[in-house]
């Protein structure tokens, strides 16, 4: 079984449109992250949950939103979708806050157009 | 804000060759992770550290902490070890996400 799972993997729209990213592990972890990596590959943290509660907002636009519905789901919905974000949106998970190898989903490759 | 510094961002090394990749930082942390990124863009995590050395087959990755430093060691290299290596550090408070370094972008040749 896979351990974190993303969908979908690709991801085509056009922008403006509104889009969600879903994302469930099954590793019985307290804590998910979204990461974005960038057309230069360098990746960056996005939100992280602990327990179905937002614990760290970096400076993310706030057309993004991430929403946990139980502590095995994070999923990621984006308004108003831009060009700027095309990239590659990593889910991961780990066992407690603040600690524990960090486990990533397969990744969905957003293209705006 | 922790800067995480790799080196060197490219390396082309023949099979067999031992490998070193470097991980500077500028702020006390917590852990530090070593992960691998193949081709294909999955993401799969090899070390944390929070202390002295780790050993996993043929990779050793170890930190020292006063020198805010960490080095991945790959012994014995072979083509299929190709693939991009990135430093991440977690921050000392909370439930930090990882900051991470730019990568290694390492290509073994037969």
């Known amino acids: 079984d896979t351990a974190v799972s993303q969908t979908p993997k690709y991801l085509v729209t056009q922008m403006g449109n509104d889009k969600s990213i879903k994302c469930e592990q099954n590793?019985?972890?307290?804590?998910m992250y979204w990461y974005k990596q960038d057309s230069k590959k360098f990746l960056k943290i996005m939100f992280s949950?602990?327990?179905?509660?937002?614990?760290i907002n970096e400076t993310v636009p706030n057309r993004f939103s991430p929403k946990s519905p139980d502590k095995a789901h994070l999923n990621l919905h984006i308004n108003s979708l831009e060009l700027g974000d095309s990239a590659v949106y990593f889910c991961a998970s780990s066992p407690i806050a603040g600690g524990g190898e960090q486990y990533f989903g397969p990744g969905t490759r957003l293209t705006v157009t | 804000k922790n800067e995480v510094e790799q080196s060197p961002q490219n390396l082309t090394a023949q099979e067999g060759e031992f490998i070193t990749i470097n991980c500077s930082y500028s702020v006390g942390i917590s852990a530090l992770h070593w992960l691998q990124q193949h081709p294909g863009g999955g993401i799969v995590s090899l070390f944390m550290?929070?202390?002295g050395k780790k050993k996993h087959g043929r990779l050793i990755a170890t930190i020292n902490i006063q020198e805010k430093h960490s080095s991945l060691h790959i012994t014995a290299s072979h083509p299929r070890d190709s693939a991009v290596y990135i430093c991440a550090v977690r921050g000392g408070t909370g439930a930090d996400g990882l900051t991470f370094g730019k990568g290694t972008h390492l290509i073994i040749q037969p």
């Open positions: 590793l019985g972890h307290d804590t």
């Open positions: 550290l929070s202390s």
């Open positions: 949950y602990n327990n179905k509660e937002l614990i």
